[in-house]
C-alpha cells in the first residue's frame, strides 16, 4: 500500500451540488422520520415525551451505536459481519474472567478483551480476504465460533463483577453516561475517518470498484483486512459497556443484534452494494431504531409485535436502499 500512494489518486468525496443536496435530504428524510415516530408515540403514550424517556434511549444505545460505525465501514467495502454480537458477548466474558477469576485491574481486563475483538475481526478478514471467501459466510463461522467460546470461558454461566467498571455506564451531568459520551466520540472518529482520510477514501473506492483500485495501483487485502479487524475491535468494546450496564457477563448477550447493527446502517442510507454510507447517517439510524423499541415498549406492544414491526422497518429500508441504488445506476 506503501507504492500504491504513489501511482494512484484514491476516490474522493467531493461535496459537489449534487451530492450536496442529496447528503442534505437524507438527513432531511432521517430528521423527519425521527420527528414523525416522537410525535407518533408521543401522542400514544403521555410517559413518551418526557426528560426521563430520551436519557434512558441515550444511555441504551451506545453499544448498538459503537458496533454500526465498524458496520457502516463493512457495508461501504461491499461486505457484511454477522459475527458482532457473539464477539461482544466473548470480548465481556473474557474481560469478566479477567477482572473476577484473574484478579486483573480495570485497564489490563478491558485491554484482554478489545484483543479478543481484534483478533476475531482479523481471523475474519484475513479468511474472508485471504481465500477471497464471501464475508457473508465467514463471519457467520466466526458467530458460531465466538459463541461456543463465550460459553467456555463462562462455563455457560453468568459472570458477575459488581460495580467495578460501573462508572462507564453510570449517569453523570444530566443523567447521559460516559458510555454515551464515548459512542458519541466514536462516531465523530469514524465519520472523519471515512470522509477525510486516505483510508476512507479507499474504503469507498473499494466499495465502489475493487477491481479499479486494483488496477489502479491499490491492493484493497489490508485495507479490508482493518476494516474487519476494527469492527472487532467495536463489537468488544460495545461488550463492555454493556458488561459495566449489567454489572455482569452473559455469553447469552447479543443474540440477534446484528440485525438491528446491520438495519441502523441501512436506515441510515449505506449502501449493501457498497461505495456509499455516513457514520453520522448511521447514528440517525440507531436513534430510528431506539425509539422504535422504547416507544413500542412503552404503548404496551407485545414482543412478537414488536419484532414484526422492526422487521417490516428493516425490509422498507433494504427496498429504499436498492430504489436509491437502481435511480443512481439509471443516472450515471
Known amino acids: ?138 463471519s457467520l463461522g466466526m458467530l458460531e465460533i465466538a459463541r461456543g467460546s463465550a460459553y467456555i470461558a463462562t462455563d455457560s454461566r453468568t459472570q458477575y463483577i459488581g460495580t467495578t467498571v460501573e462508572w462507564l455506564s453510570a449517569p453523570i451531568a444530566g443523567g447521559i453516561s460516559p458510555a454515551f459520551i464515548l459512542a458519541l466520540l466514536v462516531v465523530i472518529a469514524g465519520q472523519i475517518v471515512l470522509t477525510r482520510t486516505v483510508f476512507g477514501r479507499y474504503m469507498i473506492g473499494i466499495g465502489t470498484n475493487e477491481e479499479a483500485m486494483r488496477l489502479a495501483g491499490v491492493d484493497p487485502r489490508p485495507v479490508k483486512v482493518a476494516v474487519f479487524a476494527l469492527i472487532g475491535v467495536l463489537a468488544a468494546i460495545a461488550g463492555l459497556m454493556q458488561t459495566s450496564r449489567l454489572e455482569a457477563a452473559d455469553p447469552n448477550m447479543g443474540v440477534g443484534v446484528e440485525l438491528q447493527v446491520i438495519a441502523a446502517v441501512v436506515i441510515g442510507g449505506t449502501s449493501l452494494m457498497g461505495g456509499r454510507g455516513s457514520v453520522i447517517n448511521t447514528f ?49
Open 1 to 138: 500500500m506503501q507504492s500504491s500512494t504513489q501511482t494512484m489518486t484514491p476516490p474522493s468525496t467531493p461535496a459537489t451540488g449534487g451530492k450536496l443536496r442529496g447528503a442534505m435530504g437524507t438527513y432531511i428524510g432521517l430528521l423527519g422520520t425521527l420527528a414523525a415516530m416522537i410525535a407518533l408515540f408521543g401522542s400514544l403514550s403521555q410517559y413518551f415525551l418526557t426528560m426521563e424517556t430520551f436519557i434512558t434511549i441515550a444511555n441504551d444505545i451506545p453499544a448498538l451505536a459503537v458496533m454500526a460505525v465498524g458496520m457502516t465501514f463493512v457495508l461501504v467495502i461491499a461486505g457484511i459481519d454477522l459475527s458482532v454480537g457473539s464477539v461482544m458477548a466473548l470480548g465481556g466474558a473474557v474481560t469478566a474472567i479477567a477482572l473476577q477469576q484473574w484478579q486483573w485491574g480495570v485497564w489490563p481486563a478491558a485491554l484482554l478483551g478489545l484483543l479478543t475483538g481484534l483478533v476475531c475481526g482479523l481471523i475474519t478478514g484475513m479468511v474472508s480476504v485471504g481465500w477471497r471467501l464471501p464475508s457473508f459466510i465467514v
Open 284 to 332: 440517525f439510524g440507531v436513534l430510528i431504531i431506539a425509539v422504535l423499541e422504547a416507544g413500542l415498549a412503552q404503548v404496551g406492544a407485545s414482543e412478537p409485535t414488536k419484532r414484526i414491526i422492526t422487521g417490516c422497518v428493516i425490509v422498507a429500508a433494504v427496498v429504499l436502499d436498492m430504489y436509491r441504488e437502481r435511480r443512481r445506476t439509471r443516472k450515471a
